[in-house]
Nanobody, 118 residues
Framework: QVQLVESGGGLVQVGGSLRLSCAASGSIFSINDMGWYRQAPGKQRELVAAITSGGSTNYADSVKGRFTISRDNAKNTVYLQMNSLKPEDTAVYYC????????????WGQGTQVTVSS
């Protein structure tokens, strides 16, 4: 079994920063892409940022220049540094990873709440 455990969410004022972490554990052979998604109340879950095992990244237009995704392959951990936060960034943030065990599957974390207050 594989578990993704997120941390780092919370309440922050407009213009502030937060750093999210997501650590994968279990019977992991390797991890391909890792990413962060978010879901605001009444909206669909959307991709925020993703990173390949080689370090290539892509971002939603709404967060480009403000958020940075990174990963530590030795620790099976992905990070999301969020700067210049806006009220519209308020959402539950979910980690996702494509993990090789005996098979290849996508796994999700439990989600962490990010609230940006004005």
């Amino acid at each position: 079994q594989v578990q993704l455990v997120e941390s780092g969410g919370g309440l922050v004022q407009v213009g502030g920063s937060l750093r999210l972490s997501c650590a994968a554990s279990g019977s992991i052979f390797s991890i391909n892409d890792m990413g962060w998604y978010r879901q605001a109340p009444g909206k669909q879950r959307e991709l925020v940022a993703a990173i390949t095992s080689g370090g290539s990244t892509n971002y939603a237009d709404s967060v480009k220049g403000r958020f940075t995704i990174s990963r530590d392959n030795a620790k099976n951990t992905v990070y999301l540094q969020m700067n210049s936060l806006k009220p519209e960034d308020t959402a539950v943030y979910y980690c996702n990873a494509e993990v090789h065990t005996t098979t290849l599957n996508h796994y999700w974390g439990q989600g962490t709440q990010v609230t940006v207050s004005s």
